[in-house]
Every structure is written in structure tokens, then in C-alpha cells.
């Protein structure tokens, strides 16, 4: 099974002290407190610690214990995603959080209690179980740092053993169809490179490389064939040129099959048609989105398109053991739709009973006679789900919820759904303004309600109707509407969509979020007197960027580790990742991008600020490093401007564990009222 549509090769990680990274995960936070704070000589500044250390909050006002004990019900929404099925089908394993962290857990049936089975102060993240066997990999990391180890569980003692060096970073774990070699991406050469090793796991020791990667770009593996003699690969170059090649293991040679330099396209391997000599993948060659295609095993073969009459991209897609059916999962207009197809006849068809929502972490029970899922609606929070299904490949029979996820309490049914709008921007297609889709949520009544505008990052992401207990908690606590714009460069749209922002054209999407804030002047329920932004990452970034050209019409800006300056970050962002990152941002060495870049960029542009800021992050972040924060703090500080800081040393690209989680929510609602609704 492969996923595509969230979170995959480009996700960064942090390098650092590698060897150290887990021994010293308990008392690191104080070390990284003696050592890594340059702004500690700012006497004028109130700081504060929190959470033994760990969190640093500066000029960030006490929080109020009303507010705390005010908000405890949404902080105790809990999820629970699908991760893997036990050996017999009849079980399976889900992540939930009831502790600090995402733990695993084990449920014998529907509805049944959660066992936990993993008890670390990390969450755990990927999960595979061996073919044939009891046994479970997973990855984790410390600290935020990404740099994931991969480990192997015995579920029934609890006990792990890490299988890797604990120095590289590790990911897209797959196991041989008979359970004796995994193959997975580390960047354990030069921790730089993005390679692919194949490993017995009783024997982690002998671990080998099989593929050297040429360049930056990212190499994983997806599945093996039925022999084990050939491995399946992706190279990932770029959200738009993404290649499949196959790899002899015996000769080492790994043709090109799908994408390429005179072919760029984004072309995702799925797996192995073991009966025909073929492989299936998601390919966009010939047309805007990517759409499910079948193609011989040899190089210079074209595509056959399977779901040509569906005119939305695949977001998902996982093949049976038995390879008679598949399943996908659309990405239409920002909902899930699921599909079953008969491989041999490629006939496909809908799944009427999911929800409207989202779907995702498909995969086949041990016997293929049910499909596990997730699935997130804008009511519910992430559960799991059974599909069950029937002999004939396109048959399939009710959906059964596994897992009924905490909601704090709370009347589910008074949660506020999303409404998709289209609002004009400053360009044209054809003759007719470029219109830029957007999620709208508005709490109960008439109006006029402040507005925050969530951006998301990527910055190839997408704002979909998704569950979010803190947009929730904002309109029920503050009454405020919630705007998510897909901003130009966001995945969902077409291929063409997804390139309007690169390289010289980065502005171009700061310039949608100006056209959003006209088209809320426009709106009578929305005050366009009371906006706030936020974002995340390169939302982040479009925050301090909306900060500099919007400050006159916004009263509150949230960057939570955020780019600050694309010359800095290309610089010190990880090594493995930075040609990934200059393929989207531009080329810093080139002098004329270094130019553009710098006179973008929010650092440079500090002295257009005046709206107040509230800057998140997290020490250990190896994608959008610690420094980025810093000096647009320091440099927001000098030119005199209110800003509050947090700062979590023990985490890395965004918040993970729940005390962290926790205040920085309290902060930010204590931030919105006080600049945003004048309620507190």
C-alpha cells in the first residue's frame, strides 16, 4: 500500500548529534536550555519556563487557570487511525493518544476496549506487521528530530529492539511477501543521501545498500515482487516530477519505467501485477490529475489509463494480496471518495456508504475479505472503519466503526461543518477571474464574526473538510469563522494549479490571500474590521508574508514555525532535503533567485510589519530550523513591534506531545482574545 497525499519524501529531518539523539531524550532539554538560546541575554524580555524547562515561553502573559479548566474538554478530543491488522484479520491495531502521545493499541473487535501496547514519551509512527508473523515494525524518533529509528515489537510482551544505528533517519518500511527482508529509505551512507537498504531484521547487522541515490532527490521502496528478487521504487524529485523504476536486486540495475527528465511528470508506484508482468501507479502524463494506469515492466512502455472517467486525482491507492481488486481513494474537490476495482476486468465502482469526509491508510486484511480504513469527517475526529467485502472483486457488504473516539464530552452534533466557496483573485483564466476554492466555517447566528484565516503549508498542502477540535474550540469560544483557503500551489487542483507559485512567482499566492481579505469586506456575516492569520510551516511563512503586505488590514498574526528568510533556510535546512526544497523555493546559489528570494522574504521586510505576532517553534526542528524563528523575533523586537515567543525544546516541526500541545492552544486563544475579539 502506498499513500501520496499527505506528508511523504519531502518531510525533513533533523541530523545534529545523531548517536546521542536517544540517550539522552530525557535530560536533553535542559542541555539544549544552557546551550542553544542566544536570546537569553535579552534582559528586557519576561521569560519564562514551563513543563520542567522543556517549554520557553517569551513575554507570553501568565495564562489564566479559567482559561485552562475553560478549554479542557475540546484539549481532550482523542482520535484513533487505523495502523495494521493482527495475523488472523480479526484484530486490529490503531494509534490513539490517552497519554503524552500517539501509543499503539490493540482492539479485538468492533467497539471493542484499546490496549496499549507501547508506552514511550515519542509517538509512534509508521507500523508494518511481518507477513505471516506476530511481530510489528515501527518508527519513531526523539525529540522532534524526525530522524526516524526503525524498531521491532513483540505485541504480546511489549518488548522493542531498534534495528537501525540510531543515527540516520529511516522511513517507507516494506516487507517481502514472505516476511524474511524489509526494505526501507536511509540516509545512513553520508546522512545526507536518500538510499535504499534491504535488511533481514533478525539479523539488522548485515543491513545492505541496494541503491545509491545520484543526487538530493528522495528514493523509497513500495513493494516487492513475488520472487523477492525485484523491488519496486519511487524516485521523488519534486511535487511534479516524481518517477518509477524497478530494481533488480541480483544485477542492480533499476530502469526507468514511468516519468523522467523528458518525460517530467508525477508518476507514484502502487504495486507489482504479478499475473500479467506489469505494475500499476498513479500517473498525471496525460492529463491534469493523477489518475490509476497500468503498464508493462519494461522501460519506454506507455500508460493505460483505468479511471479516465473520473475527472479528479488519486490521493490513495492499495492492491490485495491476492492482486484480484484494488482500492482508491479520490481526492474530489477536497472529500474522499472510495473505489473498489476487478484487476482483471478494470471495472471499477463507488463505495456508497463512506461518509463525506476524509479516507486514508487503506489496506486489506491477511485474507482480503476486508478493507480497513480512516476516516475524518468535519463531526467526527479520526476513527476506524471495516469495509467488508464480497467474493467478486467490486462487491462489498456494511461499514463497521471499530473505534468511537473521545469527544471531551462534547455534542458532536453542535460542531460546525464547512462550506466550499470560490472567491475571485487578482489574475484570469481566459477571460474569467482565477477563482480560488476556500472552507468556510461560521458559528451559529447572524454576524458580523471576526475572522481567523487558517493557510495551510507544504506549501504543496490542501485545506479539506477535515475534523479540527481547535477550529471548533475557536468558534465556540471565541465566535469567530474559520477561512481555509487553497491558495494557488495547492495539491487538488490539477498540475497546472500546483506550479502557479514556484520559483519568481512565490508572491503570486500571497497576492490570493489579499484577494481573500477583499472578498471578506464583501461578505456581511464576516468583519473584515477583525481578521487574524495563521499558519504552519510554509503557511507559516505566508503569515509573516501577509504580515508585510496586509498589516493595515489584519489585527493578529499566529506563525507557527514558519520561514522567515528562504536564503537562510535553504542554508540550514537539512542536507537530504534541500535540493528537494530548491526544486519548489528556487535556487539560492543562482544570484538572480538569491536576489528574488531575499527581497521576499519576511526578515527583510520587517519594518512593513505592524500587525502583532505570536511566533511558535520547536528546537529541534530539522526542516524549518530554530533560527528562523530567532532572528525574526530579534529582528520584529528592534524595529519595536509586539511579539510573543514560544519556544519547545523537546520538540521539532510542530508540537507532539499534549502538555506542549496544550499551552500553546491556552497562549493562542489568550493572543486571539486579547488582539483579535477584545473579549479577554
Do not use: C
Not at 153 to 161: M, N, T
Not at 551 to 562: F, H, I, P
Request: glycine letters at 10%; a negative charge; charged letters at 25%.
Amino acid at each position: 500500500m502506498i499513500s501520496f497525499s499527505r506528508s511523504g519524501p519531502q518531510a525533513a529531518k533533523q541530523r545534529g548529534s545523531r548517536k546521542t539523539a536517544f540517550a539522552v531524550a530525557a535530560w536533553g532539554p535542559l542541555l539544549l536550555a544552557f546551550v542553544l538560546v542566544p536570546w537569553a541575554a535579552m534582559a528586557d524580555v519576561e521569560r519564562r519556563s514551563l513543563h520542567d524547562g522543556s517549554l520557553v515561553m517569551e513575554d507570553v502573559p501568565e495564562i489564566p487557570i479559567d482559561l485552562v479548566v475553560d478549554l479542557m474538554r475540546f484539549q481532550n478530543i482523542r482520535a484513533a487511525g487505523f495502523r495494521a491488522w493482527t495475523p488472523d484479520g480479526n484484530g486490529i491495531f490503531v494509534a490513539t493518544g490517552f497519554g503524552d502521545v500517539d501509543s499503539l493499541h490493540h482492539v479485538e473487535m468492533p467497539g471493542g476496549a484499546r490496549h496499549q501496547i507501547t508506552f514511550y514519551r515519542e509517538p509512534v509512527r509508521e507500523v508494518t506487521r511481518r507477513p505471516g508473523g506476530q511481530e510489528l515494525l515501527f518508527t519513531r524518533d526523539a525529540g522532534g528530530s524526525e530522524f526516524a529509528q526503525i524498531f521491532e515489537l513483540d505485541p504480546a510482551s511489549g518488548e522493542a529492539r531498534m534495528l537501525t544505528d540510531g543515527e540516520s533517519r529511516n522511513t517507507a518500511v516494506v516487507w517481502d511477501r514472505l516476511g524474511r527482508r524489509i526494505a526501507y529509505q536511509s540516509t545512513r551512507r553520508n546522512g545526507a543521501s536518500n538510499d535504499v537498504w534491504v535488511m533481514d531484521p533478525s539479523q539488522p547487522g548485515e543491513a545492505e545498500i541496494v541503491l545509491e541515490s545520484p543526487d538530493g532527490s528522495w528514493w523509497g521502496p513500495t513493494e516487492f515482487s513475488a520472487n523477492g528478487s525485484k523491488l519496486l521504487l519511487m524516485n521523488y524529485v519534486s511535487a511534479t516530477d516524481s518517477r518509477v523504476h524497478v530494481l533488480d536486486l541480483d544485477s542492480g540495475q533499476a530502469p526507468l519505467l514511468a516519468g523522467g527528465p523528458d518525460n517530467r511528470s508525477a508518476n507514484v508506484p502502487v504495486g507489482f501485477d504479478d499475473e500479467a508482468g506489469g505494475i500499476w501507479l498513479v500517473t498525471n502524463q496525460d492529463g491534469e490529475f493523477g489518475q490509476l494506469a497500468w503498464q508493462p515492466a519494461v522501460p519506454g512502455a506507455r500508460p493505460e489509463i483505468v479511471s479516465a472517467d473520473i475527472p479528479w486525482g488519486l490521493s490513495e491507492a492499495t492492491i490485495s494480496h491476492d492482486r484480484s481488486r484494488m482500492a482508491f481513494v479520490t481526492n474530489e474537490d477536497g472529500m474522499s471518495r472510495i473505489y473498489l476495482l476487478n484487476t482483471q476486468s478494470r471495472e471499477y465502482r463507488l463505495v456508497e456508504s463512506i461518509p463525506t469526509g476524509l479516507a486514508f491508510g487503506l489496506r486489506f486484511s491477511p485474507d482480503d475479505r476486508r478493507l480497513a480504513m480512516t476516516l475524518n469527517t468535519p463531526q467526527t475526529p479520526s476513527d476506524t472503519f471495516v469495509l467488508e467485502l464480497g467474493e467478486n472483486p467490486l462487491d462489498y457488504g456494511p461499514l463497521v466503526r471499530w473505534t468511537k473516539s473521545e469527544v471531551g464530552g462534547l455534542d458532536t452534533t453542535q460542531f460546525r461543518t464547512p462550506e466550499l466557496v470560490r472567491y475571485p483573485t487578482f489574475d484570469k483564466v481566459g477571460d474569467q477571474p482565477r477563482k480560488i476554492p476556500a472552507w468556510v466555517y461560521k458559528p451559529a447566528g447572524e454576524g458580523p464574526f471576526p475572522v481567523i484565516i487558517v493557510i495551510h503549508g507544504g506549501p504543496e498542502g490542501q485545506a479539506r473538510p477535515s475534523f479540527s477540535a481547535t477550529y471548533q474550540m475557536w468558534i465556540d469560544k471565541l465566535g469567530v469563522a474559520v477561512v481555509r483557503p487553497n491558495v494557488r500551489g495547492s495539491r487538488g487542483y490539477g498540475k497546472t494549479y500546483l506550479g502557479l507559485d514556484n520559483g519568481f512567482k512565490r508572491e503570486d499566492s500571497v497576492r490570493d490571500i489579499g484577494a481573500l481579505l477583499d472578498w471578506i469586506a464583501t461578505q456581511p456575516d464576516l468583519d473584515a474590521e477583525r481578521v487574524a492569520v495563521y499558519g504552519g510551516s510554509y503557511g507559516g511563512y505566508m503569515v509573516l508574508a501577509s504580515a508585510v503586505h496586509f498589516s493595515d488590514r489584519l489585527k493578529a498574526a499566529v506563525d507557527n514555525v514558519g520561514i522567515s528568510n528562504f536564503v537562510s533556510f535553504l542554508e540550514n535546512t537539512q542536507d537530504y532535503r534541500r535540493d528537494l526544497r530548491r526544486v519548489e523555493y528556487g535556487d539560492e546559489r543562482d544570484p538572480a533567485m538569491r536576489a528574488h528570494l531575499e527581497k521576499i522574504s519576511p526578515l527583510n521586510n520587517v519594518d512593513r510589519i505592524s500587525v502583532p505576532l505570536f511566533i511558535v517553534q520547536g528546537q529541534n526542528d530539522p526542516r524549518v530550523p530554530v533560527t528562523e524563528a530567532e532572528q525574526m523575533v530579534t529582528a520584529l523586537r528592534e524595529h519595536g513591534h509586539t511579539v510573543w515567543y514560544m519556544n519547545a525544546l523537546n520538540e521539532g516541526h510542530g508540537y507532539r506531545k499534549r502538555d506542549n500541545r496544550d499551552t500553546f492552544q491556552q497562549a493562542m486563544m489568550l493572543f486571539f482574545q486579547e488582539h483579535l475579539t477584545g473579549t479577554e
